[in-house]
């Protein structure tokens, strides 16, 4: 049986080198920055912050920027973006990128199963769509490149429907790696926190 990796070893996340692979996951409201702050010191290596509207960032919103307040010790700083569109979704990691930077990693939410989140296509709901999520991934990745993509999902929609390996096959579609042609961005995605 193989073992498992060590978890005091480094870890890398596109340009990123990380001290260990222990990363908080978004929690919507809990990880605002004291918290994140706080399991930094107990040991995680990057904390992500609560999900952010991608529309909010593109048409701003005082509850949207609201999340990404944080101190400027806070280094890696990454963030997680919501939303149905992939056009909106990279608009709106643009525009954190580039307005609120630094930004270090961006993650994108498609494990809230939440019905106010779900029932307008986004979260947990776009794993209904493996074609979705692929361009999704890819014109995030586009938008932010050499800034590393993350997705969160679920194992699936729902019981009938665990898809989580194809989903992560839509995440590390070639294109999105810059696997495929000189002209597609360079970086790494990391695909998986499945979850039960």
């Not at 996340?13 to 994140?36: E, I, K, Q």
């Not at 040991?43 to 992500?48: L, R, T």
């Not at 307005?99 to 270090?104: C, H, Q």
């Not at 307008?120 to 490149?145: N, Q, S, W």
Request: glycine share 8%.
């Amino acid at each position: 049986m193989p073992s498992a990796p060590a978890a005091s070893g480094p870890v890398r996340l596109g340009h990123l080198t990380l001290p260990n692979r222990y990363f908080l996951a978004p929690l919507a409201g809990v990880s605002d920055w004291p918290f994140r702050l706080l399991c930094r010191e107990m040991g995680a290596a990057i904390a992500h912050t609560e999900m952010i509207s991608s529309h909010g960032l593109v048409h701003g919103g005082d509850q949207t920027l609201s999340y990404l307040e944080r101190p400027a010790t806070e280094r890696p700083f990454a963030i997680q973006v919501f939303g149905h569109d992939p056009d909106v979704l990279a608009a709106g990691a643009r525009v954190a990128v580039e307005k609120y930077g630094p930004i270090d990693a961006v993650d994108i939410n498609m494990g809230c199963p939440v019905k106010k989140v779900c029932g307008h296509g986004a979260g947990a709901a776009m794993l209904k769509d493996p074609g979705l999520v692929e361009r999704t991934v890819r014109k995030v990745v586009e938008a932010i490149a050499p800034v590393p993509v993350t997705v969160k999902l679920r194992s699936g929609w729902d019981e009938q429907s665990r898809n989580a390996p194809l989903i992560a096959r839509a995440c590390e579609n070639p294109r999105t790696q810059g696997e495929a042609t000189s002209q597609s961005p360079k970086a790494r995605l990391a695909h998986s926190s499945q979850l039960a």
